[in-house]
């Protein structure tokens, strides 16, 4: 939880509540954000509704910069933050099914949780669905596993690939989210629609 655990100034226990209560809010916000309704969510893919977008990329951005300065000012050590390891082939393959599954079922794992919570029965369904092929994966990875293996790349982020610093990086990502929010708003102009945006 941040840099709390590394200066072990609560017990495991106490991280583990935090770390519960943080979950809670965070689907509570969720909620609050209209992310409970898969209309919503599916909107961004067809323009008409780029909350999801703007959400996620300000909070996106927000976590980034809280962790450049924790490490500026000495809380947190970014060169022990876990970095997940990059497998090219894993990332792409796992995204064209994750992004064909969010279309379809109009949920990704966090927000359907969230749509279950409030009692949506096809959240409720898609969280079904991905436990079933979740089981299905494993059980059958023996088959997948050099795929899944293959083109590894290790703990590397973007910042590193660009050669460039983490505080420079999070500016270019800065002027990127500006011009995809203004993206956003010109396909909401364009993709409007009055019927299904009222009953969200």
């Known amino acids: 939880m941040g840099p709390l655990v590394p200066l072990q100034n609560i017990s495991n226990e106490l991280n583990l509540l935090i770390a519960f209560v943080i979950g809670l809010g965070f689907g509570?916000?969720?909620?609050?954000?209209?992310?409970?309704?898969?209309?919503?969510?599916?909107?961004?893919?067809?323009?008409?509704?780029?909350?999801?977008?703007?959400?996620f990329f300000t909070a996106a951005?927000?976590?980034?910069?809280?962790?450049?300065?924790?490490?500026f000012v000495g809380l947190i050590d970014l060169d022990i933050v876990y970095v997940n390891e990059y497998y090219v082939y894993s990332a792409i393959i796992g995204g064209i099914i994750m992004g064909a599954g969010f279309i379809i079922g109009g949920f990704c794992p966090g927000t359907s949780f969230t749509a279950a919570a409030i009692g949506?029965?096809?959240?409720?369904?898609?969280?079904l669905g991905s436990m079933i092929g979740i089981f299905i994966f494993g059980e059958t990875f023996?088959?997948?596993?050099d795929l899944y293996?293959?083109?590894?790349?290790?703990?590397?982020?973007?910042?590193d690939v660009l050669g460039i610093r983490d505080g420079y990086f999070?500016?270019?990502?800065?002027?990127?989210?500006t011009l995809m929010f203004w993206v956003a708003e010109m396909a909401e102009k364009k993709f409007k629609r009055?019927?299904?945006?009222?009953?969200?």
């Open 194 to 200: 009055e019927d299904i945006t009222k009953e969200i």
């Open 120 to 127: 949506k029965i096809d959240a409720m369904w898609f969280i």
């Open 28 to 55: 509570i916000a969720l909620e609050q954000a209209g992310f409970s309704s898969s209309r919503k969510l599916a909107g961004m893919f067809y323009g008409y509704d780029t909350t999801v977008l703007k959400v």
């Open 142 to 145: 023996v088959f997948w596993k």
């Open 149 to 159: 293996m293959s083109g590894y790349k290790g703990a590397i982020k973007i910042s």
């Open 170 to 177: 999070a500016l270019l990502l800065i002027l990127v989210a």
């Open 61 to 71: 951005i927000t976590a980034m910069l809280g962790l450049i300065f924790l490490n």
